[in-house]
C-alpha cells in the first residue's frame, strides 16, 4: 500500500519561501508522476505542479509558475515543492498525491499539511 | 483553463436516497474526468476514473457517466458513511482543475 506524508512548517511570514517535502513509503517513486495539489480555507482543490520521477518532465499551474518550483529526490523515495514569496493568499491544505498511469487520475494522496502565512 | 460547475453546490438527503450529481466542463474532456469524496479534515479520495471507472475498493453503489462536457455521479442508495463533500475533477490538459463541490448532507 502506497502511503505518502507531507512534511514542512506550519507557519509562515509573508515573503518567504514555502518548503514542503512528500515522503513516498509501501512503494517506490519511480515510473510514476508525482503531484502537489492545495486547498484554501473553504475553497475548491487547486493543482499546482506535477513531476515525473527521473526529473525529465515538470508542469506548473501558470497561475503559480512563476513562483514554484517541483523537484525530485529518487535516492529518499521523496518529493519537494518550493513557493516564493508567499502571501495570505497562500494559506491552504497543501497535499501531496501519485499520479496515477491510468488517465491522470490522482490515486493515492498524503493527509495534507496546513499551512498559515500571517505576519 | 478548462472551468468546471457542479451542481448542486449543496443537497440534503437520507440513508437509502439515490444521490445524483453533475459537473459541467467550458470545453470537451473526452472521458477524462474523475471524482473524488472528501471527508472533513481528510484528503480526497478517488472513487471514479476515467468518467464511469469504479476505483478499486470504491462500492458499486457509486458510479459515473458521462461525457465531453456533462458527467453524472450516482450514489445508488446513499449509506451514512457517504456524507461528504464530493469534488470533480478533469484531466484532460494542463491546469488540471477541481469543481467547486456538493456537499452532501444529512435530511
Known amino acids: 500500500q502506497v502511503q505518502l506524508q507531507e512534511s514542512g512548517p506550519g507557519l509562515m511570514k509573508p515573503s518567504e519561501t514555502l518548503s514542503l517535502t512528500c515522503a513516498v513509503s509501501?512503494?517506490?517513486?519511480?515510473?510514476?508522476?508525482w503531484t502537489w495539489i492545495r486547498q484554501p480555507p473553504g475553497k475548491r482543490l487547486e493543482w499546482i505542479a506535477y513531476?515525473?520521477?527521473?526529473?525529465?518532465?515538470?508542469n506548473y499551474n501558470p497561475s503559480l509558475k512563476s513562483r514554484v518550483t517541483i523537484t525530485v529526490d529518487t535516492s529518499k523515495n521523496q518529493f519537494s515543492l518550493k513557493l516564493k514569496s508567499v502571501t495570505a493568499a497562500d494559506t491552504a491544505v497543501y497535499y501531496c498525491?501519485?499520479?496515477?498511469?491510468?488517465?491522470?487520475?490522482?490515486?493515492?494522496w498524503g493527509p495534507g499539511i496546513m499551512v498559515t502565512v500571517s505576519s | 483553463d478548462i472551468q468546471m460547475t457542479q451542481s448542486p453546490s449543496s443537497l440534503s438527503a437520507s440513508v437509502g436516497d439515490r444521490v445524483t450529481i453533475t459537473c459541467r466542463a467550458s470545453?470537451?474532456?473526452?472521458?477524462?474526468l474523475n471524482w473524488y469524496q472528501q471527508k472533513p479534515g481528510k484528503a480526497p479520495n478517488l472513487l471514479i476514473y476515467?468518467?464511469?471507472n469504479l476505483q478499486s475498493g470504491v462500492p458499486p453503489r457509486f458510479s459515473g457517466s458521462g461525457s465531453e462536457t456533462d458527467f453524472t455521479l450516482t450514489i445508488s442508495s446513499l449509506q451514512p458513511e457517504d456524507f461528504a463533500t464530493y469534488y470533480c475533477q478533469h484531466s484532460y490538459t494542463t491546469p488540471w482543475t477541481f469543481g467547486q463541490g456538493t456537499k452532501v448532507d444529512m435530511k
Open positions: 509501501g512503494d517506490s517513486i519511480s515510473g510514476y508522476y
Open positions: 470545453q470537451s474532456v473526452i472521458t477524462y
Open positions: 498525491a501519485r499520479v496515477s498511469l491510468s488517465d491522470s487520475n490522482l490515486d493515492y
Open positions: 513531476i515525473y520521477y527521473s526529473g525529465i518532465n515538470t
Open positions: 476515467g468518467a464511469f
